[in-house]
């Protein structure tokens, strides 16, 4: 009898990448991937069409399949099962002015925090359902159903679509508790916060399946497991342990780590996720991570490798060059107009070396404050796994234990949002209580630097460059130090 086989899909902002590994192992047998179109606001079609291209000649190998999709993004449907507009995703921001109206229509950020483990953000699917209402409510009134990207393919999978509209889409709670109307604490939808955000509708929502569950089948008879959110699937794929904690850099930047008990942070820069696999999965966002690089590069006319050549050559701190890296807006700190800004130009730094060691710098720096949210909520750190894109440059990760102060190890390259997915898929094949083990390899470890000071020195000028430009609307909480011991009726998280 041939082994089983699974596919994990990973549906990104720029792209869908499939992998089929071997059920019991893990092992990758097949890649392929598809790109997706550009901008902040994509036809859904457009996904399903990639899926399909991906997956041509793959899923019908596959016993079973999983997706995990970027997060937070609004797909709205008729009754028809045709989505009424291009979905909205994560990364637009015109829905900035809802999140505050809504934050404030609940009563502040402490009960949105209680609420949904999570404050409202121009990037959370209740914005921007607001922000529909608000300015296309022919459009609104039209909408039957709102799923997330995940959840619209999941559905179109299993045969859903114009073809068969009645079919009812499914979720799973890590994707779930990125939008806004669903609780991970209490494992349930809030409607009347789906009605506040709506103003006053309240379309169908997917079904919240259990981490192993089966969502259905497609008609080819694979079996279609629930799927999740992208940085649950990464950190389903990465096997995450305690004090472990993943920085992603990629389109944008993420530091998250799994928790058992849920999350509900008032300032809102920690998002109180659910994970993919029962527990919680504590989230600080950034909109800019890789694309600093990228960017960085096309300033200078050279490509990513001549970039990280050159950033070597100046020395850390880049002699006071600083690059406040908001280049699309930022969602953490919550400055969701602003732009991009280099800081202490002279004579002496005004070369190609310094400004794409700023560059790099700038882009962790950025990381390190959101982390230092996710410490201030009780998060203890051990060691920083560093993936994504950016992670497989050597001097990122250089720079990373420099400025972090801990620990980092680099886990293999490898897509790890799609290895999670088709490991949640092999868990909903083989019916176990718990997922198969499937090990990952390591390629960089890298120590805590034997001088703090220096990563010291470099975040404490990026600090005096935000604060001069934002003043406390960039700040972060402090490292507490030490920590202590929480009263029993007091929230671990």
Same mark, same amino acid.
């Given at each position: ?106 009563? *502040? ?16 699917? @209740? +914005? ?5 209402? &608000? ?38 709670? *890590? ?44 008609? *080819? ?17 990465? /096997? ?13 930047? +993420? ?20 994970? !993919?696999? /029962? ?18 590069? &096309?300033?200078? /006319? ?13 020395? =850390?701190?880049? &002699?006071?060059? @600083? ?15 602003? +732009?991009?800004?280099?800081? *202490? ?32 909520? /009780? ?21 990373? !234990? ?7 190890? @680099? ?23 718990? =997922? ?31 604060? &001069? ?25």
């Amino acid at each position: 009898m041939c082994a089983a086989m699974v596919a994990g899909v990973d549906s990104s902002t720029q792209s869908c990448k499939v992998v089929v590994c071997a059920a019991d192992t893990g092992e990758i047998l097949h890649q392929a991937q598809a790109r997706h179109p550009d901008g902040t606001e994509v036809a859904p079609q457009a996904w399903w069409e990639a899926l399909c291209a991906a997956g041509d000649g793959l899923f019908e190998q596959v016993d079973a399949i999983a997706v995990a999709g970027q997060q937070h993004g609004m797909v709205a449907v008729d009754a028809d099962g045709n989505p009424v507009r291009d979905a909205l995703l994560w990364n637009d921001v015109r829905s900035a002015a809802a999140a505050d109206e809504l934050i404030l229509e609940l009563g *502040g950020a402490q009960a949105w925090a209680e609420a949904v483990g999570s404050v409202p953000l121009a990037a959370f699917t @209740v +914005t921007k359902l607001r922000w529909l209402a &608000d300015h296309e409510p022919e459009l609104a009134d039209r909408t039957a159903r709102v799923m997330l990207p995940h959840d619209y393919l999941t559905w179109r999978l299993r045969g859903g679509g114009p073809s068969n509209p009645g079919l009812e889409p499914t979720t799973d709670r *890590g994707d779930a508790s990125g939008t806004g109307y669903w609780s991970p604490a209490d494992c349930e939808y809030r409607k009347d916060l789906l009605a506040l955000g709506f103003r006053g509708r309240t379309p169908e929502l997917p079904r919240v399946l259990a981490p192993a569950e089966v969502a259905g089948r497609t008609p *080819g008879g694979a079996l279609v497991a629930a799927g999740t959110g992208d940085n649950a699937g990464a950190a389903l794929g990465l /096997g995450l342990g305690e004090g472990d904690v993943v920085v992603s850099l990629g389109t944008s930047g +993420t530091v998250f780590a799994r928790s058992v008990a849920p999350s509900a942070d008032a300032s809102g820069a920690v998002a109180g996720f659910a994970d !993919a696999t /029962g527990a919680f999965l504590p989230l600080v966002c950034t909109l800019n991570a890789a694309r600093v690089l990228e960017y960085a590069a &096309d300033l200078l /006319g050279v490509d990513l490798a001549t970039l990280e050549s050159l950033a070597a050559q100046a020395p =850390p701190g880049a &002699d006071g060059l @600083v690059l406040l890296p908001y280049l699309s807006g930022e969602r953490t700190p919550n400055l969701p107009h602003a +732009t991009g800004s280099l800081h *202490g130009l002279r004579p002496e730094t005004m070369r190609p070396s310094h400004i794409a060691r700023a560059a790099f710098e700038g882009m962790l720096c950025n990381m390190a404050e959101a982390l230092d949210h996710l410490r201030s909520r /009780g998060t203890g750190v051990r060691r920083i796994l560093l993936i994504g894109g950016a992670a497989r440059s050597s001097l990122v990760a250089e720079i990373a !234990a420099q400025i972090f102060g801990v620990p980092v190890t @680099v886990p293999q390259p490898n897509e790890y949002v799609a290895l999670g997915a088709a490991r949640q898929a092999a868990w909903a094949l083989s019916g176990a209580a718990e =997922p198969p083990i499937w090990s990952a390899r390591t390629v960089a470890e890298i120590p805590a630097p034997d001088a703090p000071a220096i990563g010291s020195r470099i975040r404490a000028e990026y600090q005096r460059a935000q604060g &001069d430009l934002y003043g406390r609307s960039g700040a972060v909480p402090p490292v507490p130090a030490p920590r202590r011991r929480r009263r029993s009726h007091e929230r671990r998280t």
